[in-house]
T-cell receptor, first 114, second 111 residues
Framework: GNSVTQMEGPVTLSEEAFLTINCTYT??????LFWYVQYPGEGLQLLLKATKADDKGSNKGFEATYRKETTSFHLEKGSVQVSDSAVYFC?????????????FGSGTRLSIRP | DAGVTQSPTHLIKTRGQQVTLRCSPK?????VSWYQQALGQGPQFIFQYYEEEERQRGNFPDRFSGHQFPNYSSELNVNALLLGDSALYLC??????????FGDGTRLSIL
């Protein structure tokens, strides 16, 4: 079946540290890959996306590269800030067909210390 | 430009009751999807509505039903509530192949 596996949290870092959150996927077909972020008490916001192999999505200093050979889409940021504290979800959508549902990973809680 | 709006924000029900949650999509969006997010988990797809019809459904029992209106707004209905239905219910809207935009959700607590 189709699924997303991401590293368990919580992840706690100091401000300005380097961040990596691992994500791997299993999918039939050719998925588009996403990272969503959820701040406390809010819904999900799209952080970045990549629609085909070797694409790099980037936004707000975060980056992730679609690696088909390793079925991975790891999230990275060179220098985290306290405001980056949130829960991050890796997700996929299978392209093609008229309907599209998002399959989410279980989320990784990130806490940044000042 | 208003994004996706959901109501109510919070709701408390008891086992066996019925509940209706509402969603207004982002302007220009014609497709509405509903997700259930249990505490500490990722959202799980419930179903998607397009042109007032259920287009796709996830692995949820028939107690979960929905509706989409001509103005594209949508309702999620849950009958015979169970304790395990306690969760954050998220609505997402989209159009075509564009990414889905999420509302802030309705937190449903079952006592």
């Amino acid at each position: 079946g189709n699924s997303v596996t991401q590293m368990e949290g919580p992840v706690t870092l100091s401000e300005e540290a380097f961040l990596t959150i691992n994500c791997t996927y299993t999918a039939t077909g050719y998925p588009s890959l996403f990272w969503y972020v959820q701040y406390p008490g809010e819904g999900l916001q799209l952080l970045l996306k990549a629609t085909k192999a070797d694409d790099k999505g980037s936004n707000k200093g975060f980056e992730a590269t679609y690696r088909k050979e390793t079925t991975s889409f790891h999230l990275e940021k060179g220098s985290v800030q306290v405001s980056d504290s949130a829960v991050y979800f890796c997700a996929l959508i299978l392209t093609g067909g008229s309907a599209s549902k998002i399959i989410f990973g279980s989320g990784t809680r990130l806490s940044i210390r000042p | 430009d208003a994004g996706v709006t959901q109501s109510p924000t919070h709701l408390i029900k008891t086992r066996g009751q019925q509940v209706t949650l509402r969603c207004s999509p982002k302007s220009g969006h014609d497709t509405v999807s509903w997700y259930q997010q249990a505490l500490g988990q990722g959202p799980q797809f419930i179903f998607q509505y397009y042109e007032e019809e259920e287009r796709q459904r996830g692995n949820f029992p028939d107690r979960f039903s929905g509706h989409q209106f001509p103005n594209y707004s949508s309702e999620l209905n849950v009958n015979a509530l169970l304790l395990g239905d306690s969760a954050l219910y998220l609505c997402a809207s989209s159009s075509g192949n564009q990414p889905q935009h999420f509302g802030d959700g309705t937190r449903l607590s079952i006592l």
